[in-house]
């Protein structure tokens, strides 16, 4: 079991960054895999970046691909999200969630097993 909560959301003008983050909760969070989503209103929650248990593999999605890095640092459970060069397609609710699959199967499924309850971001034009 996982308990993810993210942080660091906000309101920043287009063109500007944010770091949000994701903690979580229990000994075993080097055994997940760890994606980020968002969705805005109306939307469909849309996937953006993904990494592997040992941070040494990263996914992203083509609309954040060289804008957002993901990272993680396993001793203190924490998993970031670093976003530049914010546009204002980027708000949305975004949220962190755990997968304990193989990197390829979930690159194939996309399947999670735990999230996190989401915090907003608004970029502003």
């Known amino acids: 079991q996982v308990q993810l909560v993210e942080s660091g959301g906000g309101l920043v003008q287009a063109g500007g960054s944010l770091r949000l983050s994701c903690a979580a909760s229990g000994r075993t969070f080097s055994s997940y895999a760890i994606g980020w989503f968002r969705q805005a209103p109306g939307k469909e929650r849309e996937f953006v970046a993904a990494?592997?248990?040992?941070?040494?593999?990263?996914y992203y999605s083509d609309s954040v691909k060289g804008r957002f890095t993901i990272s993680r640092d396993n001793a203190k459970n924490m998993v970031y999200l670093q976003m530049n060069s914010l546009k204002p397609e980027d708000t949305a609710v975004y949220y962190c969630?755990?997968?304990?699959?193989?990197?390829?199967?979930?690159?194939?499924?996309?399947?999670?097993?735990?999230w996190g309850q989401g915090t907003q971001v608004t970029v502003s034009s």
């Open positions: 969630a755990a997968s304990g699959s193989s990197w390829s199967r979930l690159l194939k499924n996309n399947d999670y097993d735990f």
């Open positions: 990494i592997n248990r040992s941070g040494g593999m990263t």
